[in-house]
């Protein structure tokens, strides 16, 4: 399962962060629980169809810059 630092953008429904990874065929959405928008992680895939991904959690790297 791959492994990708991600950065959270928004909040879904659920506690599920959103992430999107742009690529030449457009936009794939990457949910991950227990983040918020503003970190940057690095998570694992899980599970994925054609439009989007979900990841489990291994790590925080980088928190926003408002919360120091």
């Known amino acids: 399962n791959q492994i990708l630092e ?14 999107r990874i742009r690529n030449e065929k ?3 959405v990457v949910f991950v ?3 918020l928008p503003g ?8 599970k994925s169809s054609k439009k989007y991904a979900e990841a489990k959690l291994i790590d925080v790297l980088m ?3 408002e919360w120091v």
Do not use: R, S
Not at 39 to 46: E, P, S, Y
């Open 33 to 35: 629980p227990n983040t």
């Open 39 to 46: 970190q940057l992680v690095k998570a694992q895939i899980k």
């Open 26 to 28: 457009g936009e794939f």
């Open 6 to 19: 991600l950065k959270i953008e928004n909040y879904a429904f659920g506690g599920k962060g959103i992430a």
């Open 63 to 65: 928190q926003p810059k």
